[in-house]
């Protein structure tokens, strides 16, 4: 076998793990094979990636090191800690938005073509635009972005407009905590994105094209600069003779413009506050323009749709949800990454086979972000489709699915994305931003040991209220990370109410830090770190003095110390 | 001519520039000045009250000048359940400053920010935008001390 290639995988991810190092490294050493940049493949865990390219298929390895040892073992085609050839951590996986992903250059629009990149395009433009939208129908597509609408169906609402100025954005302000799909798929394969923008363009009429990238993907937005660059030179922005607009916009830190209306605020330069709908976008949207706003990766597919056709599309998936979906699995799990799954999968696939957790380890996953909730592990058997996660009290959301071990705080956890909505409130409706501060308020007397049976009651109470109350998809979808929890783990709720203890021993104020004499060798490590000098010489903690920092803990040779219960720890008065 | 004139020389005035032209002197200055506020809104023909506004919204746009170091600890939701709290304060304890402060020196600033979308290596932080994962104490460690050591030399 002759190497053709070395692929370096330098999405941020890569980056993050070393891939800098590395690319500078194998600049040095090597000079007779081109060293080229590509994205991420979507086993973050396993960065950074190499990909030998040879003349009979490809070899990977991970958690390659700048060394002289790991490029010998991967010039001589080495095979031990290899990964497979077309890296899968499961069969429920099927790689289709991802086909390309982390496989081809990244700056490399002409690579991208050479893998049956703008064919869709070409297509389209060969067909009629109401054929088009059509074909988008056909496929069934749902918006990736959360809310789950028909594209086809947007697609057409825009198409009826009567103007000779339409707006179509792609909504690339990834905000979940815990969601980089859109991220990964942009720095990977941009040429993806705006293939499937300017197939839309086509199909609707629109005029002006907006990408709106938050700030915090610099790598996505730079990728994304290039590619629409390169799509200039080439002239593909001009559609069967019309010549559409594209800009990119970068948000500026605000979660509430993932919401349409929001969204279109801050394009135009204001306060991103959504409004009241009707007038919906499609009637009166970007400076009163008609507008469809689609999520990334409703794009990244639409490229792929017109490529294989509607119905060839549609043949994956369930009844109403169609195609594969990618989630972002972070977390309690031992292969965090990218997972791209057929609709229809059950979570279990998705956390034991794909996640590579350990049955019993796991407590929920928490799926669809702040405006998602937890299911726990009794209903892993849940087929994932956009339906079935909502009738168990989550939603499909963007993608974001962190996996909660047993020794998480599932309380701690729904303060956690009380806190965040709180803070990302726009304040606009009364419910929406005290209604968050109060259940907020009453989840942090919760953890800090002081709730009652009766701030339980009250956070469903107004969880409910603030859900009817609120104008826009934040405020209304706020209150489910609490209101799940509620559902299913009220027990740990009223642990921590009625016996005063955190049972997964996360919460501070109901856990105490204790030394195992038995295990401890007396080497000082722990008594020299503490910040607080809550232990002392004869290493005993202080829990009075102690703030639950973890320092101890965490630099203990022995792991002798540990959290336990509130109650079972030493507590003294500090003498002064 | 004064440099955030310059820096909007090439903006549009048209409105829907306005996040721009603010990233544009954010990315120059490190903050939005009271300056930045009359010039950006002179620029865009708006009342200041306007730019002001719009800044407030966005917790991008800092009003105070930061360090020279800027830390962000991620607390999104992969983060948050795998330490980000103790993480912040860690790096709280070795420098001395809260969230949100800088400290006197004007060496380091510290903020916790939303996502920062590489889940997959929680706990993570950034340093003036590099990033560093799997955060543990003793590494954490190891990377402030290099920045302080870096900041020394520079004086």
């Known amino acids: 076998m002759t190497i053709k290639r070395i692929k370096v995988g330098a999405g941020s991810c890569g980056i993050a793990a070393g891939a800098s190092e590395l690319l500078t490294f194998f600049q040095q050493e090597i000079s007779d094979i081109p060293i080229v940049e590509v994205g991420c493949i979507g086993h973050c865990y396993a960065e950074p990636i190499v990909e030998i390219e040879t003349d009979n298929g490809s070899l990977f390895y991970e958690n390659v090191k700048p060394h002289k040892d790991y490029l010998d073992r991967i010039l001589s085609l080495r095979d031990e800690g290899q990964l497979v050839i077309r890296p899968q951590r499961s069969d429920r996986e099927m790689v289709k938005i991802l086909s390309i992903a982390g496989r081809i250059e990244m700056n490399s629009i002409n690579e991208y073509i050479a893998n049956g990149g703008y064919e869709g395009l070409k297509k389209a433009l060969k067909m009629k635009p109401s054929e088009v939208i059509e074909e988008v129908i056909i496929s069934g597509l749902r918006g990736r972005g959360g809310g789950g609408f028909m594209t086809g169906t947007k697609w057409r609402f825009l198409s009826d407009k009567n103007s000779s100025e339409k707006v179509l954005i792609c909504n690339a302000d990834e905000g979940d905590p815990g969601a980089f799909m859109d991220r990964s798929l942009m720095e990977s394969v941009p040429h993806q994105i705006l293939e499937g923008m300017l197939i839309g363009a086509y199909a609707t009429g629109a005029t002006k094209l907006f990408i709106y990238c938050r700030a915090e993907y610099p790598l996505a937005i730079k990728n994304l600069k290039r590619a629409m660059e390169q799509i200039f030179e080439l002239n593909l922005h001009n559609l069967n003779g019309r010549t559409v607009e594209i800009r990119l916009k970068e948000g500026a830190g605000a979660f509430v413009c993932g919401e349409e209306t929001a969204m279109i605020h801050s394009l135009e330069g204001k306060r991103g506050t959504p409004r009241f709908r009707p007038p919906y976008p499609t009637d009166s949207g970007f400076q009163g323009l008609p507008t469809v706003i689609n999520n990334v990766e409703t794009f990244g597919n639409i490229s792929l749709i017109l490529r294989e056709g509607g119905a060839e599309f549609a043949k994956v998936g369930t009844e109403g949800s169609k195609g594969t979906k990618l989630f972002a699995l972070a977390g309690d799990v031992k292969y965090p990454g990218l997972a791209e799954v057929p609709m229809g999968v059950t979570l279990a696939d998705i956390v034991y086979e794909v996640g590579g957790a350990e049955p019993g380890t796991v407590k929920a996953v928490q799926i669809g972000g702040p405006s998602g909730g937890c299911i726990p592990a009794e209903k892993f058997d849940a087929i994932v489709d956009y339906d079935s996660l909502k009738s168990l009290g989550a939603i499909m959301g963007s993608g974001g699915l962190i996996v909660i071990g047993n020794n998480r705080c599932m309380v701690e956890t729904s303060r956690y994305f009380l806190e965040f909505t709180t803070r990302e409130s726009c304040g606009k409706c009364t419910f929406c931003r005290i209604g968050t501060k109060r259940m907020l308020e009453r989840l942090e007397k919760i953890t800090g040991g002081e709730g009652t049976e009766a701030d339980i009651d009250f956070l469903s109470d107004i969880g409910n209220k603030i859900v009817k109350g609120s104008l826009c998809g934040l405020g209304q979808t706020a209150p489910n990370p609490v209101l799940a929890s509620l559902r299913y783990f009220r027990n740990e709720f009223e642990a921590h109410t009625n016996e005063r203890q955190c049972p997964a021993l996360q919460c501070n104020k109901l856990t105490d830090v204790i030394i195992n004499e038995e295990l401890c060798i007396e080497c000082g490590l722990c008594v020299k770190t503490c910040p607080v000098n809550a232990i002392s010489e004869d290493y005993i903690v202080n829990n009075s003095v102690c703030t639950r920092c973890n320092s101890c803990i965490e630099v203990c040779p022995k792991k002798a110390i540990s959290r336990t219960k509130r109650g079972s720890g030493h507590y003294a008065v500090k003498e002064n | ?155």
Not at chain 2, 54 to 80: L, N
Not at chain 2, 104 to 121: I, N, Q, W, Y
Not at chain 2, 123 to 133: A, E, F, H, L
């Open chain 2, 1 to 155: 001519m004064n440099t955030i004139l310059e820096l909007l020389s090439d903006i549009d005035t048209e409105q829907s520039n306005l996040i721009k032209a603010l990233q544009t002197v954010q990315a120059n200055e490190g903050y939005i000045s009271n300056e930045a506020i009359s010039t950006i809104g002179n620029h865009f023909a708006i009342p200041p009250v306007e730019v002001e506004g719009v800044v407030s919204f966005y917790t991008q746009f800092k009003r105070v000048k930061p360090g020279k170091f800027q830390i962000s600890v991620c607390d999104g939701t992969a983060c948050h359940i795998k330490g980000a709290s103790l993480v912040a304060g860690w790096i709280s304890e070795f420098i001395g400053i809260k969230n949100g402060e800088t400290d006197k020196d004007g060496m380091f600033s510290l903020e916790t920010v939303a996502c920062l979308g590489c889940c997959s290596l929680a706990p993570v932080m950034s340093i003036n935008g590099k990033i560093y994962g799997n955060l543990e104490r003793k590494r954490l460690i190891r990377v402030l001390k290099s920045y302080q050591k870096e900041a020394e030399n520079d004086n």
